[in-house]
């Protein structure tokens, strides 16, 4: 027997980032109550298996007793049925052990990130936030499958990135593939150096450098942490040798103000001896020399003939 006409799409359920859900015909079907929304999400995000009414009711009303969460599930089944009327179909499916979405009816975009490949890697710009980012603190359980459903959809997302990746050997298709691996993890160092490569190889250096600079910034604000000495090697090299630093130029030496004659003569004085002092007996003092036309005439005592006390000539040695 010849499979029937696929199921034409009815209602469009945006998971990723801030939940929506509309018909084909722009009507809103988001459900109002945030547990109706994140009951809705889970059986999405369930397919194509059903979900089992106790592991939902488990989900949503951990800290309840079960007769007391099954109880809230009945109601919250009633308020989704409700809701998705608009779509004039029995989009969502209930038996009593299990609840379904009508496969094909439903256009969901995470089953789209899901479907990605290499070769059909365009559903990976649908990833542009975190799934479910408005329904975080529904309830424990909910939260910590939460975290286990984001790991699964980026572990996935990201393998198909960084194999696109490597299929890259030319810049022009390595600038956009690493681009797209960042959006799914921005803290990708690997993503970020294949960047700089890319721009470098195209001579264009600047847009190399700011690529670091916002790698920096990511992982300082993401992990607390800077880029690792591979990054920081590439980024040397990018630079070429002028980003070395020249050694600092020694201090010029400080201006000393013309000395007299005197400050020369103590100049001359070697730093680890004792400057001799005229005055100074133990040092040999110096000798004026005079020619018989310059001599200065002596100078007499008050008495005649009275001897001539010696007495100790100071002289300033000049430079010249």
């Not at 809701?83 to 975009?109: E, F, N």
């Not at 290499?118 to 408005?134: I, N, V």
């Not at 990746?165 to 691996?181: C, F, Y």
């Not at 190889?201 to 300082?220: K, S």
Request: with cysteine; glycine share 6%; hydrophobic share 40%.
């Amino acid at each position: 027997m010849p499979p029937g006409p696929p199921t034409p799409i009815l209602v469009r359920l945006r998971l990723i980032g801030q939940m929506e859900a509309w018909t084909v015909t722009s009507e809103n079907v988001l459900p109002a109550g945030r547990k109706t929304r994140a009951l809705l999400a889970a059986i999405a995000l369930s397919g194509p298996r059903p979900a089992l009414r106790g592991r939902l009711a488990e989900l949503l009303w951990s800290r309840r007793p079960e007769e007391q969460a099954r109880a809230s599930l009945r109601q919250e089944i009633h308020r989704l049925l409700e809701v998705l009327s608009p779509a004039k179909s029995d989009i969502l499916q209930v038996t009593r052990d299990h609840l379904s979405l009508k496969p094909g009816a439903i256009w969901i975009d995470v089953e789209e990130v899901m479907r990605a490949t290499t070769s059909e890697p365009a559903s990976l710009s649908l990833l542009d936030g975190e799934l479910l980012e408005d329904l975080a603190g529904i309830d424990p359980a909910f939260d910590m499958w939460l975290t286990g459903e984001r790991e699964r959809l980026r572990d996935r997302a990201r393998g198909v990135a960084e194999a696109l990746l490597r299929e890259q050997s030319e810049p022009d298709g390595t600038i956009p593939a690493a681009q797209r691996l960042l959006q799914i993890d921005r803290a990708h160092e690997g993503a970020w150096r294949a960047l700089m490569r890319a721009h470098a190889n195209q001579g264009e250096r600047g847009m190399a450098i700011q690529a670091y600079d916002r790698c920096r910034a990511v992982l300082a604000d993401l992990l607390d942490a800077a880029p690792s000495a591979e990054t920081q090697r590439l980024l040397t090299e990018i630079r070429g040798p002028s980003s070395h630093r020249l050694p600092a130029r020694p201090p010029a030496p400080p201006t000393q103000a013309p000395s007299s004659n005197n400050d020369r003569f103590m100049d001359d004085t070697p730093a680890n001896e004792a400057r001799p002092t005229i005055d100074d007996p133990a040092q040999p003092q110096p000798v004026a020399h005079h020619d018989a036309a310059t001599r200065p005439p002596r100078r007499q005592s008050g008495r005649l003939g009275a001897p001539l006390r010696s007495r100790r000539v100071r002289f300033v040695v000049g430079a010249g």
